[in-house]
Nanobody, 115 residues
Framework: QVQLVESGGELVQAGESLRLSCAAS????????MGWYRQAPGKQRDFVAT???????NYADSVKGRFTISRDNAKNTVYLQMNSLKPEDTAVYYC?????????WGQGTQVTVSK
């Protein structure tokens, strides 16, 4: 069984920065991909960024140059550094772990960016 525990969501002002963390526990395989997705009220859950076991990253166009995903394999933790935040970044951010056994989602953490 795998569990993901997220933290870091806050209310911030436009232009500010925030870092989200997601710690995975349980049967974590060496080969896996961790990522962040976000969902605003009334909208679908959208891809934000992913990073695989060797550090290859992928970003949504809307966050390129502003967000950075990273991971600490020793801690089974993934981070999302969010800079130059915009009101449109407001959403519940979900962590996801994908490996051979399947995918597991975190509970989500609320990020609110005010004007």
């Amino acid at each position: 069984q795998v569990q993901l525990v997220e933290s870091g969501g806050e209310l911030v002002q436009a232009g500010e920065s925030l870092r989200l963390s997601c710690a995975a526990s349980g049967n974590i395989l060496r080969m896996n991909t961790m990522g962040w997705y976000r969902q605003a009220p009334g909208k679908q859950r959208d891809f934000v960024a992913t990073i695989n076991s060797i550090g290859v990253t992928n970003y949504a166009d809307s966050v390129k140059g502003r967000f950075t995903i990273s991971r600490d394999n020793a801690k089974n933790t993934v981070y999302l550094q969010m800079n130059s935040l915009k009101p449109e970044d407001t959403a519940v951010y979900y962590c996801k772990l994908t490996q051979a056994a399947g995918a597991v989602w975190g509970q989500g953490t609320q990020v609110t960016v005010s004007k």
